[in-house]
């Protein structure tokens, strides 16, 4: 049984550019959940996919976007990245949306310089 | 809505000494609890979880919690911590009707020392 992978690790850019973050969810698993970690905050919920429809969202800009695939795969795009998105981005995978084995991926830390 | 307070931001403590990491939560309708630890530059691992049942729960490595609806709390206590035990632990609440996500505390670190 595979767990949650994220890729890239780590990833600087510059304030103003658009950015795309990928996380391969568990195996079975049909839910996958996007996080912000800010430096000394806990994780801040950005939105929810189920079955490759958005069927929630946290208090994030609509610059913030997402996918996810067929496979149940999912993309996070941030477009006109400011210097305070930088943080840990963290993907959570999940068998349905009432099921709480929530399982976490190690992260993507993303600067904006 | 729901929220979730830590109240400790850091704890420190010596190795074999006991250790409670306090949360509260406030929610209008009834919560699933969780405990997630977090270890320098990784993702979050869940510690324990309460969903039902015994309103105490425990972990494969000796930490153990404790729903209390009363006092709306849910304490994450060990007997004797261990150096490897340092990390950030973050505790977590979901509503247990309809649709909803994961809503996490601000974290306190554990620091063990020798």
């Known amino acids: 049984e595979t767990g949650v992978t994220q890729s890239p690790t780590h990833l600087i850019k510059t304030r103003g550019q658009q950015v795309t973050l990928r996380c391969s969810s568990q195996s079975g698993h049909n839910t996958v959940s996007w996080y912000q970690q800010a430096l000394g905050q806990g994780p801040q919920f950005i939105f929810q996919?189920?079955?490759?429809?958005?069927?929630g969202r946290g208090n994030f800009p609509p610059r913030f976007s997402g996918l996810q695939f067929p496979n149940y795969s999912s993309e996070l795009n941030v477009n006109a990245l400011e210097l305070d998105d930088s943080a840990l981005y963290l993907c959570a995978s999940s068998q349905g949306q009432a099921d709480y084995g929530y399982t976490f991926g190690s992260g993507t830390r993303l600067t904006v310089v | 809505a729901q929220s979730v307070t830590q109240l400790d931001s850091q704890v420190p403590v010596f190795e074999e000494a006991p250790v409670e990491l306090r949360c509260n939560y406030s929610?209008?309708?009834?919560?699933?609890l969780f405990w997630y630890v977090q270890y320098p530059n990784q993702g979050l691992q869940l510690l324990l979880k309460?969903?039902?049942?015994?309103?105490l729960v425990e972990s494969i490595n000796g930490f153990e919690a404790e729903f209390n609806k009363s006092q709306t709390s849910f304490h994450l206590r060990k007997p004797s911590v261990h150096i490897s035990d340092t990390a950030e632990y973050f505790c977590?609440?979901?509503?247990?009707?309809?649709?909803?996500?994961?809503?996490f505390g601000k974290g306190t670190m554990l620091l063990v020392s020798p």
């Open positions: 929610s209008s309708v009834s919560v699933y």
């Open positions: 309460y969903l039902s049942g015994s309103t």
């Open positions: 996919y189920y079955r490759e429809e958005e069927n």
């Open positions: 977590a609440v979901i509503m247990n009707s309809g649709y909803s996500t994961l809503t």
